[in-house]
Each structure stands twice: as structure tokens, then as C-alpha cells.
């Protein structure tokens, strides 16, 4: 139970904290187009990005995937940018969009998790069994995006209901999350 504990909360720091600023960044890209009332659909789509994390984790973990470090550290913006401009692209949500949504959060969940590939790597190297830790790592992951997308949809749900245009709140996050992710590529471009 230890090992569980020890790595929920590995888990949650890596998504609740300013250390995790590009995690932040690609939840509020991906979920800002949601209001309160899509939490169903949020929770599917952040559990599809947590699967991603995961398999990757898994994979780099039994060194079965392996990828320059730095090649990740600039792919992990460009994600962000990337499911940004798809939500200002797409304008009005239609099924087969959202569905797409998913499988952009699950394939993004990959290339997030080679960001914390290494670490946990390291951390996983000395033990016997993963499975423990690995659950605690993503359950503490869970949680934190839970928090993390339950203030941005309140947020976006506020400001819609004091009367602020919904594709203003779109549109202001995606263009926040762009700027900042571009200037995280700028810097970490290889």
C-alpha cells in the first residue's frame, strides 16, 4: 500500500504543479470547448488521455519504446498547439468530431507520457512488480486532471453564464495555450 501512496502522489504532483505547466496547458486546450453540463464526455476524454500516458509508460518502462528525450520535450508543445487550433478549427461540436477528440487525447497521451518516460523508468528499474505503482501513478494522474478540468469547466461555465460569449472563452484559451506552447517549441526545438 505504501508503493501505491508513494506513487499516486508522484502522480498527482506531475499534473499539480507549475513543473507541469505543459500538462496544464494541453488540459485546458483540449477541454475548454466542454461547459459543465459535457462532464461525461471530459471524464471519457481525459481517462483516453490518462490510457495514452499509461501504455507509454508501460512500453518505455519494459524499454520496448524508446525516443530521443529531446524530440519528446518539443513534440509534447506542439501537441498542445495542435489540439488548440483543431478546437478553434472545428467550431460547433458534431459527434464524429468529438469522437476524433478522443483519439487525439489517446495519441497525445502517448507522446506525453515519453515526457515522464525516463523518470519513471529509473524509478520502476529497482522493482520486481510494476503494477502497483504504475496504478497509484495513474490514479494520482487521474485526480489531478479531475482538478484540473473541473476548474476550467466551472470556469467556462461562469463566465458563459455572466454573459461572456462561449467561443470568446474558446477562443482566449486556445490562443493562450498557443502562445505559451509555442514558445515552450521555440525553446525546446532539437
Same mark, same amino acid.
Given at each position: 500500500m505504501q !508503493?501505491? +501512496?508513494?506513487?499516486?502522489k508522484i502522480g498527482w504532483t $506531475? #499534473? #499539480?504543479?507549475? !513543473?507541469?505547466? !505543459? $500538462?496544464?496547458?494541453?488540459?485546458?486546450?483540449?477541454?475548454? +470547448?466542454y461547459l459543465l453540463r459535457d462532464w461525461k464526455r471530459v471524464?471519457?476524454? #481525459?481517462?483516453?488521455?490518462? +490510457?495514452?500516458h499509461s501504455l507509454t509508460l508501460v512500453?518505455?518502462?519494459?524499454?520496448l519504446v524508446t525516443i530521443n528525450a529531446r524530440w519528446v520535450e518539443f513534440l509534447i508543445p506542439c501537441t498542445i498547439i495542435?489540439?488548440?487550433?483543431?478546437?478553434?478549427?472545428?467550431?460547433?461540436?458534431?459527434?464524429?468530431? #468529438?469522437r476524433f477528440n478522443y483519439a487525439i487525447a489517446l495519441f497525445f497521451g502517448l507522446v506525453h507520457?515519453?515526457?515522464f518516460a525516463n523518470t519513471i523508468r529509473f524509478m520502476l528499474a529497482d522493482q520486481q512488480q510494476i503494477g502497483i505503482p504504475l496504478l497509484g501513478f495513474n490514479a494520482g494522474l487521474e485526480l489531478g486532471q479531475l482538478l484540473v478540468v473541473t476548474a476550467i469547466l466551472v470556469t467556462g461555465q461562469v463566465l458563459v453564464q455572466l454573459r461572456l460569449p462561449r467561443n470568446w472563452w474558446v477562443w482566449?484559451?486556445?490562443?493562450?495555450? +498557443?502562445g505559451w506552447a509555442g514558445i515552450f517549441a521555440i525553446r525546446r526545438f532539437p
Open positions: !508503493d501505491f +501512496i508513494f506513487y499516486l $506531475h #499534473i #499539480i504543479s507549475w !513543473d507541469a505547466l !505543459d $500538462h496544464l496547458l494541453f488540459m485546458l486546450a483540449l477541454a475548454s +470547448i471524464l471519457v476524454l #481525459i481517462t483516453a488521455f490518462t +490510457i495514452g512500453l518505455s518502462v519494459y524499454d495542435a489540439t488548440a487550433l483543431f478546437n478553434l478549427w472545428r467550431g460547433q461540436q458534431e459527434k464524429r468530431r #468529438i507520457g515519453l515526457g482566449g484559451t486556445g490562443l493562450l495555450a +498557443i
